[in-house]
């Protein structure tokens, strides 16, 4: 035991911290600070992480001490807290979440499970997620399903391990079943689907106006004087290939235009798909005069094809896409879209959940929708007046 340099006193002397690379000391029997000139630091040395037990034989107290300053306990003085604090510091001691977790039942931490990190809208929602969550005392762990159905339920059983509070999750395009929902929701973790939803299963959802934004995009174009208007969707069995789909064909309806099945195409909503299915189009007997894809960035590979030959854009072809992004009103011509706001989608979605989490049982699952905006640009402009 150390012996203090005032009164000689052996009880009650505390490792206080360092001072200028030297082991500071604290006497409770005299109330005095004092340092070894010949004492400097020595680290602990551990190939893992410090624990709360290190922190303990380090400061010379018990766990039980060290465990109630860093719970900021009201048993504690103000001078043992800094001291413990300032060894957490120094000795660069990381909280064990998970034992935190089932000592309080919660993990303040949020999963978050996206199909396509590449497509902007989701990059976007994520951005906003994360910077609600932090402001509401939440860490994030996201998950990136890549589009597939199995990895979507890795995912989900990775966050269940991680004892999460909540789950944000929106659906591969592979995705047709549906038992890793039930089962996170077995468990009692709050989850809330977002953009792809599952409708089988009575979840929290954010969504946005599928069927609306295919018809005004539609109706767009045959304002604009178009009459062949092809779309070009993700896969067929998708939800949201249907909905979009449903409002392409009232829109046709509406203005008394023949719904013909050449002008409907699914695809696996990859890169580069946008230019396979221009080709298509552009085989046909009669080719579209107008072009509506379910994602924007298929809409400018179809641009970028008719560019190369020589097809006026949009005089011979117009074309329109769901979703908005900085390439599509950079790209000459800018391209007309359906904006679905992926920051309100997000903070929406990360909202319902922390309200989920925070009620439990008592929360009701409801459906929220994000209102959208048409956003007419050059790329469908045509200098004609309406047709009813």
């Known amino acids: ?44 040395k551990k190939s893992g992480q410090v624990t709360i037990v290190d922190l303990a034989k380090h400061l010379g107290i018990s766990v039980a001490t060290v465990s109630r300053a860093l719970n900021d306990k009201s048993d504690i ?10 060894a957490a510091i120094m000795l660069d001691y990381k909280p064990n979440l998970l034992a935190q977790s089932l000592n309080k039942g919660k993990t303040n931490t949020i999963g978050v499970v996206i199909p396509n990190v590449e497509l902007p809208f989701f990059a976007t ?18 998950c990136h399903s890549g589009e597939s159905a199995e990895i979507e339920v890795l995912n989900t059983e990775t966050l269940i391990a991680c004892r999460v509070d909540g789950i944000l999750l929106s659906h591969a395009k592979e995705t047709n079943s549906f038992e890793h929902i039930k089962h996170v929701i077995d ?4 989850i809330v689907n977002f953009d792809r939803v599952c409708n089988e299963i009575d979840t929290a959802k954010v969504i946005h106006e599928d069927f609306k934004g295919s018809f005004d995009l539609v109706e767009h174009l045959i304002q604009q004087g178009c009459r062949k208007i092809g779309i070009m969707l993700g896969p067929e069995k998708f939800y949201i290939s249907q909905i979009r789909l449903a409002g392409y064909k009232a829109a046709l309806e509406k203005h008394g235009i023949e719904l013909i099945n050449d002008y409907i195409v699914y695809s696996e909503m990859n890169k580069n798909d946008g230019g396979r299915v221009f080709d298509y189009f552009m085989s046909l007997p009669h080719p579209p005069d107008g072009i509506f894809t379910m994602l924007s960035r298929n809409a400018i590979e179809m641009m970028v094809e ?17 979703g908005d992004d900085s390439l599509a009103e950079l790209f000459e011509p800018s391209l007309t879209v359906f904006n679905h706001f992926p920051t309100k989608v997000g903070e929406a979605s990360i909202k319902m959940l922390i309200d989920n989490i925070n009620k439990r049982e008592a929360f009701l699952p409801y459906t929220q929708s994000i209102q959208g905006e048409l956003i007419i640009r050059n790329s469908s402009k045509k200098d004609c007046s309406e047709v009813d």
């Open 187 to 190: 468990k009692g973790i709050a």
């Open 306 to 322: 008719a560019k190369k030959r020589k097809i006026k854009i949009p005089e011979e072809i117009a074309f329109v896409g769901f």
């Open 77 to 86: 003085s103000q001078l043992t807290r800094k001291t413990v604090l300032e």
């Open 1 to 44: 035991m150390q012996k203090c340099i005032k009164c000689n006193s052996v009880d009650g002397v505390i490792k206080s911290g360092f001072l200028r690379g030297s082991q500071r000391f604290y006497c409770k029997q005299c109330d005095f600070n004092f340092v070894l000139d010949t004492e400097s630091i020595k680290p602990i």
């Open 125 to 142: 929602a994520l951005a906003k997620m994360q910077q609600v969550a932090l402001e509401s005392g939440y860490r994030i762990i996201v």
